[in-house]
């Protein structure tokens, strides 16, 4: 059972780089996430997509977008990549709001 | 706004033994979810737990329960006969069960566990 697949597992970039974060997931979720990790700062809602078509903003969604592309897949998009933005992005699915949520694996981004 | 707090940065336990791992959190709601993730150093989050705040008894799942406090809006982590494998970052989340918010996990920030053989 794939899940939810991240791709990539790792990337550095050079600040004013742009670069598009896929997920995918094969559960026929409804509801898609993504978070970032920071030492220290546990998980923040960036953006999340209560259903096919719709996206919303989480905590911290500045200097980023997103796409529901379709129920499978959710992408988060860095226009400028910042360093500030050196993190660990997860996506993550759900039945819908009242499930649990399924994480991917995780990106490792670095902007130097 | 809803905030989850891990007081215990670090946490260490002899394997076999059993460690309580604690988190407190702060809503005005009534009805809402508590979860506790384990993450291991593969990064991936993993579902250890999980508690509805109307249901009054403790969740429990094999050698992980919670003691849940409504009242003091508490909610530690017990584990028992800890095993090496249990050794992760483990994080208490929230998550309101009604309204426009109730897609967001709030989380705390962590407690990293490690098991001494």
């Known amino acids: 059972n794939a899940g939810v697949t991240q791709t990539p597992k790792f990337q550095v970039l050079k600040t004013g780089q742009s670069m598009t974060l896929q997920c995918a997931q094969d559960?026929?979720?409804?509801?898609m996430y993504w978070y970032r990790q920071d030492p220290g700062m546990g998980l923040r809602l960036i953006y999340y997509s209560a259903s096919e078509g719709t996206t919303d903003k989480g905590e911290v969604p500045n200097g980023y977008n997103v796409s529901r592309l379709n129920k499978r897949e959710f992408s988060l998009r860095l226009e400028s990549a910042a360093p500030s933005q050196t993190s660990v992005y997860f996506c993550?699915?759900?039945?819908?709001?009242?499930?649990?949520?399924?994480f991917g694996q995780g990106t490792r981004l670095t902007v130097v | 706004a809803q905030t989850v707090t891990q007081s215990q940065p670090e946490m260490s336990v002899q394997e076999a033994e059993t460690v309580t791992l604690s988190c407190t959190y702060d809503?005005?709601?009534?009805?809402?979810?508590l979860f506790w993730y384990k993450q291991p150093p593969s990064r991936q989050m993993i579902l250890v737990i999980r508690q509805e705040a109307y249901k009054q008894q403790n969740a429990t799942e094999n050698r992980f329960s919670v003691n849940f406090q409504k009242a003091a809006k508490s909610f530690s982590l017990k584990i028992s006969d800890s095993q090496l494998g249990d050794a992760a970052m483990y994080f208490c989340a929230y998550r309101l069960n009604s309204g426009g918010s109730n897609y967001k996990l709030t989380f705390g920030k962590g407690t990293l566990l490690t098991v001494n053989p």
């Open positions: 809503t005005s709601e009534s009805d809402y979810y």
């Open positions: 559960m026929n979720h409804n509801s």
């Open positions: 993550a699915s759900s039945e819908n709001q009242f499930a649990e949520a399924f």
